[in-house]
Each structure stands twice: as C-alpha cells, then as structure tokens.
C-alpha cells in the first residue's frame, strides 16, 4: 500500500511537470516575439506601409553622414551576399541597395530573410520601402536573383551612431509549398 500512495505521488509529480512543460512551450511564441520585437532582432519584417511617404517629406540632413554596412548569412543551400559591403549616407537620403541570391539546390526552394541591425536600436530609424525581407521568396533549381533594398536612415538617428549594421540571415522555410514567384523588377518609389 505504501509503494501505491508513493507511485501515485509520483505520477501527479510527472503530469504537473508535463502540463508545466506544455505550457511553457505554448508560451514561447509569444515570449519569442516579444523580446524580439524589444531587442529588435530576428523578427519577421513586416512593410512598412509609411515608409514611401516618410522619404518623400524628409529633408535630408547633407551636414552629417552614416556608414551603412551590409552582411549576409544563410542557413541552407544558398549564396547569399550584398553587391556592396557599405555605403555612405546622408540621414534622410533615399538609397537603394542590392543583394544576390543564389540557389544551389537542384529542387525549388523557399526561403526567409530576416534582418537585425547594430546597434541595438538602430532599426527603428531604418525605414525600408521596398526590401526582399518582407515575404518568402521561391527559387528554381541553381537560379540566381537579385533583390533591391530601398531604404532611408531617419534623420532623428542618435548623433552617436555613425555606423549602423544590417546583416540578413536567409533560411530555408520548411514545409511550404513552392509556388512560382515572378524575379524581383526594380523598386518602384515614389507615387
């Protein structure tokens, strides 16, 4: 009898551990997003639907001058990098950017690009009007794309900040079906 009062006050112990667990795994997600969203990296970027009118009625600020530095990661069978390592820019300017990606696969892809920026913070003053990150992109068999990132750094950028980075790291999205996607034309701003 007492080996029966002990077997079951382990298993209560057992089940409290497995509904604790289960819970705190449905509670991830969210717990994710949110110190994501907080710290402001590996979120999925959504557009910026103020982004175009925000560059049109920005006056650029020509006294002073950003290095932008570009870096690119992938996660998957891809060559993933910017045409240029940085560039110099004045908060307020319009500029536009371009990365290539090259599938080695010999079967259709798709993938994710997720940025973060340095410093932490900085991303909220980089406001992208057209940009690959902002849904999945599908890749034929060894197909090459380019993809242009048009973006504008606020001029209400901290004066400390001299430097940002923005580093995309493009990952295989599993499970999703491929579906044909048109290549990617030049961004259109403006309008």
């Known amino acids: 009898m007492n080996v029966s009062i002990s077997n079951w006050h382990l298993s209560s112990k057992l089940l409290v551990i497995a509904v604790a667990m289960f819970g705190f795994g449905y509670a991830m997600v969210p717990i994710y997003r949110a110190i994501c969203e907080f710290t402001g990296i590996g979120i999925m970027t959504e557009r910026d639907e103020d982004a175009a009118a925000f560059a049109r009625n920005t006056q650029v600020d020509t006294s002073r001058r950003v290095m932008v530095e570009f870096d690119a990661n992938s996660r998957g069978s891809w060559q993933f990098r910017p045409k240029v390592p940085a560039v110099s820019v004045h908060p307020g300017e319009l500029v536009t950017v371009v990365y290539e990606l090259v599938s ?88």
């Not at 890749?139 to 606020?154: C, G, Q, S």
């Not at 950028?157 to 493009?170: C, E, M, N």
């Open 104 to 191: 080695t696969e010999t079967r259709p892809t798709v993938g994710q690009a997720i940025p973060s920026y340095a410093p932490e913070g900085s991303g909220k003053f980089f406001r992208k009007l057209e940009c690959f990150c902002f849904k999945q992109q599908a890749l034929a068999p060894n197909e090459t794309r380019e993809f242009p990132v048009v973006f504008v750094i606020d001029p209400k950028l901290p004066a400390d900040v001299g430097t940002i980075t923005l580093s995309y790291t493009f990952f295989e999205v599993g499970g999703q079906g491929v579906k044909t996607v048109a290549p990617a034309g030049p961004a259109q701003v403006g309008g």
